[in-house]
């Protein structure tokens, strides 16, 4: 039986990804921050294993020895977070919390879990994004925290090619999870947050935001098409190095690549809401 360990299993995309790999014969080891979270998961199907893992904690990494297999045959890096607002909203802290997670946490549990994948010629999947390619209003800290994912992903996967470890990326747009179902909620919080002063600068901005969320809300893709592409990365004889996820990503991201920077500006400044004065 192959084995895998899943980070942010406790909700969402990763709860799904556990869920269809265990279904497909995996055993999972769903890494899951609340042990709740992962005994519900747990109940669903009998090849499913909870491990309570936050991935920036390192005491928890350590004691993935304890509880992992000695040969792993993959991890899928899903756990993330998103943390929104204007750039100059943003403090330092704000901006080291999201690193600490989709950076800094996703490098420490790959690398905990390396030398099992080298005795295995296993695999590591990153869930990556969309915002890893292009970096929209209000959500700067997140598409840094994806841009710098995706540099450290394509140097690993240069670099571990004398021990065969493919190493792929799933970019999803926006899907329809608990996260983007919150992202209104996220919006307004983001505006609660604020000075007064910054209120009266980037209100507009925020709502013009929290308008296209509203729209993007309506055409996020199902969880399942993003899980297809993780199946895929697990199992191609010669994974691919990118999946983009659905013909709306793909026809994004070729969009972006082909589009002057100008135009780009403009057409993001106008989906956003934002004028210039």
């Known amino acids: 039986m192959k084995s895998v360990l899943v980070t942010g299993a406790g909700r969402g995309i990763g709860q799904a990804i556990s869920l269809r790999l265990a279904g497909k014969g ?24 909870p491990v309570v893992l936050d991935i920036t904690d390192a005491g928890q990494l350590a004691e993935l020895d304890a509880v992992l297999p000695a040969e792993l ?3 899928v890096n899903n756990a993330g977070i998103v943390v929104d607002g204007p750039v100059e909203t943003l403090t330092v802290e704000d901006l080291r919390r999201q690193f600490e997670v989709n950076v800094f946490g996703t490098l420490a549990v790959t690398n905990a879990v390396l030398p099992r994948l080298r005795k295995s010629k296993g695999r590591i999947v990153f869930l990556s994004s969309l915002s890893g390619r292009v970096s929209t209003p209000g959500t700067g800290a997140y598409s840094s925290s994806k841009f710098a994912l995706e540099g450290l992903v394509d140097a690993l996967r240069i670099e571990l090619r004398p021990w065969g470890i493919p190493v792929s ?4 747009g926006p899907t329809d999870t608990d996260m983007w179902g919150g ?5 307004d919080a983001g505006l609660e ?3 007064p002063e910054q209120r009266e600068l ?20 199902p969880v399942s098409t993003v899980v297809d592409d993780v199946e895929r990365a697990l199992g191609a004889r010669k994974p691919k190095a990118r999946y983009v996820v659905g013909l709306a990503g793909k ?4 969009g972006a690549r082909f589009t002057p920077t100008p ?12 004028k210039r004065r």
Request: net charge positive; no cysteine.
């Open 193 to 195: 947050r604020l000075t």
């Open 202 to 221: 980037y209100g507009p901005q925020l709502a013009g935001m929290r308008k296209m969320a509203a729209q993007v809300q309506k055409i996020a893709a």
């Open 169 to 172: 990326m799933v970019e999803p």
């Open 251 to 254: 026809a994004q991201v070729l």
């Open 26 to 49: 995996w055993q999972v080891y769903a890494g899951v921050r609340k042990i709740a979270d992962g005994e519900a998961l747990a109940a669903r199907h009998p090849g499913i294993v």
């Open 263 to 274: 135009v780009l500006d403009l057409l993001l400044s106008f989906a956003s809401g934002i």
């Open 183 to 187: 992202a209104l909620d996220m919006v």
């Open 73 to 75: 045959d993959a991890i």
